[in-house]
């Protein structure tokens, strides 16, 4: 009975995830332009950022590599 029970309130919240997800793409649909530019800039900003942190590590590890290839 516990597993009929249990099975019932997460069929009831996968309803409720159905529902929430149909009104965001409703949402999208009727021409709601500026959903999701935040996003959007969240994501260009990471990448940027990732890439500054890809050149800075290249740059430590190159200088670090040369140094130690002067060691005796």
Known sequence: MR??????S????FEDYL????RVVAGAVKGDSERGSVT???VIWAVAIIG???IVVTAI???V???AGKIK
Do not use: G, K, P, S
Request: glycine share 0%.
């Open 3 to 8: 597993t009929l029970a249990y099975c019932h």
């Open 10 to 13: 997460l069929a009831l919240r």
């Open 19 to 22: 529902a929430a997800q149909w």
């Open 40 to 42: 959007i800039e969240q």
């Open 52 to 54: 500054i942190v890809a």
């Open 61 to 63: 590890t190159n200088y």
């Open 65 to 67: 590599t040369a140094q």
